[in-house]
């Protein structure tokens, strides 16, 4: 059964810093782009930031603030959030989807797998 599940989320005071991870099942990451995506209360899902082996993408809103990785090792990729925000504030989601969609604003459209998100909360 092929899975995706995130993991990492939760809460935290603005301006610090969570570690989202995005682990595999059942196949290996490292053939796919993956995405992460995210939705906030009465708002459109979102792509945040993609890696593939070819580009690493960024969303404006979390550009120098957020790195994506992986580990190849461990089936995962990770999503870094530093400097975070109350606008931050959302439901997290991986996902294997072309990262010229996310790029395109597309993403959420054309993604494969979807882990069931984790909840990221920034506030005082």
């Known amino acids: 059964q092929l899975q995706l599940v995130e993991s990492g989320g939760g809460w935290v005071q603005p301006g610090g810093s969570l570690r989202l991870s995005c682990t595999a099942s059942g196949f290996t990451l490292d053939s796919y782009a993956i995405a992460w995506f995210r939705q906030a209360p009465g708002k459109e899902r979102e792509g945040v930031s993609c890696?593939?082996?070819?580009?690493?993408y960024y969303a404006d809103s979390v550009k120098g603030r957020f790195t994506i990785s992986r580990d190849n090792a461990k089936n995962t990729v990770a999503l870094q959030m530093d400097s975070l925000g109350p606008e931050d504030t959302a439901i997290y989601y991986c996902?294997?989807?072309?990262?010229?969609?996310?790029?395109?604003?597309?993403?959420?459209?054309?993604?494969?797998?979807w882990g069931p998100g984790t909840e990221v909360t920034v506030s005082s």
């Open positions: 996902a294997t989807t072309p990262c010229s969609a996310v790029m395109a604003g597309l993403g959420a459209r054309y993604g494969e797998y």
């Open positions: 890696i593939s082996s070819v580009t690493t």
